[in-house]
């Protein structure tokens, strides 16, 4: 498994796209119980996505070292430009 910041992002992207398309396919389609499957698994992969990002922050800050081309963003606490959080 590749352990590079950037490879796992771009990965997990790609994993929650597929994700969020088959929510959105099957809540279209009337197909209730496979949205059900595709939101338990968009939950699941959330989770995994903070357990990573913990574990790779805390392996940076043992090293002591950011690369300049990563940086981390809490999107359960950042609201887009424009909408009003609640």
Same mark, same amino acid.
């Given at each position: 498994? +590749?352990?590079?910041?950037? /490879?796992?992002?771009?990965?997990?992207?790609?994993?929650?796209?597929? $994700?969020?398309? #088959?929510?959105?396919?099957?809540?279209? /389609?009337?197909?209730?119980?496979?949205?059900?499957?595709?939101?338990?698994?968009? +939950?699941?992969?959330?989770?995994? $996505?903070?357990?990573?990002? #913990?574990?790779?922050?805390?392996?940076?800050?043992?090293?002591?070292?950011?690369?300049?081309? =990563?940086?981390? =963003?809490?999107?359960?606490?950042?609201?887009?430009?424009? /909408?009003?959080?609640?």
């Amino acid at each position: 498994m +590749n352990t590079e910041p950037l /490879s796992v992002a771009v990965r997990a992207i790609a994993e929650t796209r597929q $994700l969020l398309e #088959s929510l959105l396919i099957s809540s279209e /389609s009337f197909r209730y119980k496979e949205a059900r499957v595709a939101l338990v698994s968009l +939950n699941r992969k959330a989770r995994e $996505l903070a357990k990573l990002q #913990s574990r790779l922050e805390n392996g940076q800050k043992r090293r002591g070292v950011q690369p300049a081309n =990563v940086c981390f =963003v809490d999107f359960k606490n950042s609201a887009p430009k424009g /909408s009003h959080a609640r």
